[in-house]
T-cell receptor, first 113, second 114 residues
Framework: LAKTTQPISMDSYEGQEVNITCSHN???????ITWYQQFPSQGPRFIIQ???TKVTNEVASLFIPADRKSSTLSLPRVSLSDTAVYYC??????????????FGAGTRLAVHP | KAGVTQTPRYLIKTRGQQVTLSCSPI?????VSWYQQTPGQGLQFLFE???????NKGNFPGRFSGRQFSNSRSEMNVSTLELGDSALYLC?????????????FGQGTRLTVV
């Protein structure tokens, strides 16, 4: 499974757009990129998943450049409730990679009033 | 539909004892994975079961074991508890276990070893 690197922490203010970048230089051809969100004392929650270009859902957007060596999670107009740890994961679903999730340290996002 | 249910939510045990944690996956999900989360080590993969068979195992000692029943419910057991086993234990289920699907996590069991 490819190793990922994310900033340890980020600060933002309510209403701003937050972009969290994840580096995965050794991503393999069959790997997908997935982001999870975790609040204290709760299990992680799936946010978004993608393979290339751009993916958007009701919560976030995921931007993946052509070389796929990095990805950016974009959270539009954050609120205080978006304060959480965000994890970037890379894995090949066809090899069972999504049943053996390897979490890094994640990015601790703090949203301020 | 009901989410992943873990019981109990909180547990206090003494060193040397053993403990069994339970996880009920989302109905229809056949893959169940277990994770340990501590402040120092973060989220670490323990093992994964699919159709009652352990498919993947993390780097944990043999004191950590698990099993899955025919209804996909899973249990994990930790024997001879150590203080360092104090952690949040999380269970996750997914639909097919091999395709591009998300994992759904439970609320976790907070284990404290004293």
């Amino acid at each position: 499974l490819a190793k990922t690197t994310q900033p340890i922490s980020m600060d933002s203010y309510e209403g701003q757009e937050v972009n969290i970048t994840c580096s995965h230089n050794n991503i393999a051809t069959n790997d997908y990129i997935t982001w999870y969100q975790q609040f204290p004392s709760q299990g992680p929650r799936f946010i978004i998943q993608g393979y290339k270009t751009k993916v958007t859902n009701e919560v976030a957007s995921l931007f993946i450049p052509a070389d796929r060596k990095s990805s950016t999670l974009s959270l539009p107009r954050v609120s205080l409730s978006d304060t959480a740890v965000y994890y970037c994961l890379v894995g090949d679903p066809l090899s069972g990679g999504y049943n053996k999730l390897i979490f890094g340290a994640g990015t601790r996002l703090a949203v301020h009033p | 539909k009901a989410g992943v249910t873990q019981t109990p939510r909180y547990l206090i045990k003494t060193r040397g004892q053993q403990v069994t944690l339970s996880c009920s996956p989302i109905s229809g999900h056949r893959s169940v994975s277990w994770y340990q989360q501590t402040p120092g080590q973060g989220l670490q993969f323990l093992f994964e079961y699919f159709s009652e068979t352990q498919r993947n195992k993390g780097n944990f000692p043999g004191r950590f074991s698990g099993r899955q029943f025919s209804n996909s419910r899973s249990e994990m057991n930790v024997s001879t508890l150590e203080l360092g086993d104090s952690a949040l234990y999380l269970c996750a289920s997914s639909l097919k276990g091999r395709e591009n699907t998300e994992a759904f996590f439970g609320q976790g069991t907070r284990l404290t070893v004293v």
